[in-house]
């Protein structure tokens, strides 16, 4: 009998000093953006991964475990510039794999008009660039690599001997599901 009144307190000193486990989920948004300024254009974006990890540590309320990472959109902003003769441009969006070395496609002849608003452009994506992107943003988030994200953009100019002059926005936005442990 007094053995099993020491194991049940045994037991609810435990229970009660185990700490509890709270997953939580956070969002992130990180864009990188270069001028064009031709008929045809080939261009790099970066992405600073020191950004990607600040703005994630900054979603986060408190330190956490790192679960994953999760890839919410990919937004294309164009904006038009002074003496912008272009109505609309044909885009082709590559990123620069980690693994590799290589570009691989992510975004494959999407048009876009001159001046444009924030367009998701997640119906358009390549399976094989989201793949490469969720791979670095979760080894940005958990810290096994702090590269930056790079792109290149490349593409052609409407109405034919049009010259575009805008801005080319790229924006990451993700979220990050990380657990907490609470008293």
Known sequence: MIKKLISIMIMLLLAVSCDEEVTLVASFEESGSVPVQADDFVEMITIPGATVQAAINDAMDEDGRIE???????????????????????????????????????????EVDVPDDNVPVLTNLQSSGVSALKSQLNQLATGSSSR?????????????????????EIWVRGSVVYVQLTD
């Open 68 to 110: 994953m990472v999760v890839l919410e959109g990919l937004l294309l902003n164009v904006l038009a510039r002074p003496e912008n003769t272009a109505s609309s441009m044909e885009i082709n969006v590559d990123i620069l794999s980690w693994d590799t070395g290589n570009y691989l496609p992510i975004l494959d002849e999407f």
């Open 148 to 168: 930056d994200i790079e792109f290149t953009i490349d593409g052609t100019v409407s109405p034919s001997g049009a010259t575009v002059r805008a801005t080319v």
